[in-house]
């Protein structure tokens, strides 16, 4: 009875993790690929967006190799490997949504632009790897529980390695919940003052018209972006759920990992649609614009011929 349940935890873990995790490395290749036809990495805007859906890319690549590492017999070489690889990837999207987030923030209350692209790049590629190097000097990486029958390669912690559970809120969640918090913060002033914009046009302190409608256009083309900072809220909740759970409960809960494994292959999954909708909207909607206006021009002009020859 035990083992069938195990083995029906274990096949509802994998159909879970194929289809999320299938999914996002699909969607993630169709944005880059997408971007990378229509040449939009000329524009900081979509280099940007590039980044995010590149890292993750990257995370979901890492955990097609949890998900083939976690049904099959693997060495503390190989689950050390993984671990350092996901805490990487981890680190690397978090860093590129915070240097988003503060990107746009920039702009929408200051009306500057950050011109620290390569910053962005650097830190992003170096700050994760050494990070992720700690563990490696403390020898925490290997599987952790998470399940009654399933365990992640990462830096395990329970109840019999206090060390390591301190070790992961130090290097991901503690960052992760902090990262929140100023995002949450920078999201909420941005509204506020776009929305205070918006109330009181006529304030505004442009130069000239023309000055206005450019802001406006580069508005236009950030706010997209602020989809990234937006989905890191929505799908690093139930990781964190998880993690907190697992350090303060000895018995590990199917329902919670499900749960925050679905979201965690879906932040991947989102970030490629995301950017693959923001496209297609700035592609389609000009043409769309055109043919009304050009329909509208042309309704315009045969009214007039219209009625001379009636009358």
């Known amino acids: 009875m035990n083992s069938s349940s195990d083995v029906g935890t274990k096949m509802l873990y994998n159909i879970t ?33 590039l980044y995010q859906v590149l890292a993750s890319l990257t995370f979901a690549v ?57 910053l962005y790049v650097a830190t992003s590629l170096t700050l994760p790897a050494v990070i992720a190097c700690v563990p ?25 390695n206090d060390i390591a559970v301190v070790e992961r809120f130090i290097l991901w969640d503690g960052p992760a919940l902090i990262t929140l918090f100023a995002a949450s913060i920078a999201m909420l002033v941005m509204v506020l003052k776009l929305t205070n914009r918006v109330c009181h046009a006529s304030r505004l302190k442009y130069s000239s018209l023309d000055e206005s409608d450019q802001f406006s256009k580069a508005l236009q083309q950030l706010l997209p972006l602020a989809a990234f900072p937006i989905l890191f809220f929505i799908f690093i909740i139930p990781q964190l759920a998880l993690n907190i759970f ?38 389609c909607l000009p043409k ?24």
């Open 246 to 283: 697992l350090a303060t409960s000895a018995t590990p809960s199917n329902v919670l990992f499900f749960v925050a494994l679905a979201f965690i292959s879906l932040w991947s999954l989102a970030s490629g649609v995301s950017l693959i909708v923001h496209v297609c909207v700035v592609k």
């Open 17 to 49: 993790f194929a289809i999320t995790v299938c999914g996002s490395v699909l969607a993630c290749l169709a944005a880059v690929i997408l971007v990378l036809v229509l040449r939009l990495y000329r524009r900081v805007v979509y280099r940007l967006a």
């Open 288 to 311: 769309i614009r055109r043919k009304h206006n050009n329909n509208a021009e042309n309704a315009s002009g045969l009214s007039p011929t219209h009625q001379s020859s009636t009358s």
């Open 62 to 118: 890492v955990e097609v190799f949890q998900a083939v590492l976690i049904n099959a017999a693997y060495s503390s070489d190989s689950c050390t490997a993984i671990g350092w690889l996901t805490l990487y990837a981890q680190w690397m999207k978090l860093l590129f949504t915070a240097w988003v987030t503060l990107h746009i923030f920039c702009f929408a209350v200051f009306h500057k632009t950050l011109k620290l692209e390569m």
């Open 136 to 160: 490696l000097i403390t020898r925490t990486y290997g599987p952790m529980s998470v399940t009654q029958t399933t365990s992640l390669c990462y830096i395990f912690g329970n109840d019999t």
